[in-house]
């Protein structure tokens, strides 16, 4: 399985961007599918998820602005992002935790990361 994201760019403050993550590969079942972010001399972090059934959950940092979704068809995942600050200023990464047979938690995916940089 192989994740491609894109969308990433160049945004000043205030505005918004979408970020696709593309797969592909054979996928029976996605369990859960994520975004995280890695900004220069931090951690990376959690930033959504959206579970097999649809439920989403967010980070502190993003509640409000970002909205994750889902092509389950295309297993494909988006993250609109709005009201963006200088501070989500990151490389962002997909991931997809994929049902495994012999793999009880699932195996983690991920992609190559897009970058966002936020300007004033």
């Known amino acids: 399985v192989q994740l491609q994201a894109s969308g990433g760019g160049l945004v000043q403050a205030g505005g918004s961007l979408r970020l696709s993550c593309a797969a592909s590969g054979r996928i029976f079942r996605i369990n859960t599918m994520n975004w995280y972010r890695q900004a220069p001399r931090n951690q990376r972090e959690f930033i959504a998820r959206?579970?097999?059934?649809?439920?989403?959950n967010y980070a502190d940092s993003v509640k409000g602005r970002f909205t994750i979704s889902r092509d389950s068809a295309k297993n494909t995942l988006y993250l609109q992002m709005n009201s963006l600050k200088l501070e989500d200023t990151a490389v962002y990464y997909c991931?997809?935790?994929?049902?495994?047979?012999?793999?009880?938690?699932?195996?983690?995916?991920w992609g190559k990361g897009t970058l966002v940089t936020v300007s004033s």
């Open positions: 959206i579970n097999n059934g649809g439920s989403t």
């Open positions: 991931n997809y935790n994929i049902y495994t047979i012999g793999a009880p938690g699932g195996v983690d995916y």
